[in-house]
């Protein structure tokens, strides 16, 4: 019932930003909250941030805090992740996934119910 798409990847140098988008569709995207996961070369899938589809409030895993921030546009159905000061190592597949609204915030890939088909974001030194 959610169909999500992701755009905005590429490269770019270490210091540099990208902002990715993930376009949202389907009647119950709002009951959802929308994560954004990355896969490095080498590297199990780990969450990167999450946002409450309804009230917008944001969860981020240590390593992006600071300088990663997710928003969301309800109008458009879309979530963005602005990434800052990338790094080398935030070289990954990006992907957007939608899972259910939980008393807690889901950081596990299993915990999503629908994936993007993923975007790739390459930092170079």
């Known amino acids: 019932q959610v169909q999500l798409v992701e755009s905005g990847g590429g490269l770019v140098q270490a210091g540099g930003s990208l902002r990715l988008s993930c376009a949202a569709s389907?009647?119950?995207?709002?009951?959802?909250?929308l994560g954004w996961f990355r896969q490095g070369p080498g590297k199990e899938r780990e969450f990167v941030a999450a946002i409450g589809w309804t009230d917008g409030i944001a969860y981020y895993a240590e390593s992006v805090k600071g300088r990663f921030t997710i928003s969301r546009d309800n109008g458009k159905n879309t979530v963005y992740l602005q990434m800052n000061s990338l790094k080398p190592e935030d070289t990954a597949v990006y992907y957007c996934a939608a899972a259910r609204r939980g008393p807690v915030w889901r950081t596990g890939p299993g915990q999503y119910d629908y994936w993007g088909q993923g975007t790739q974001v390459t930092v170079s030194s």
């Open positions: 389907g009647r119950t995207v709002s009951t959802y909250m």
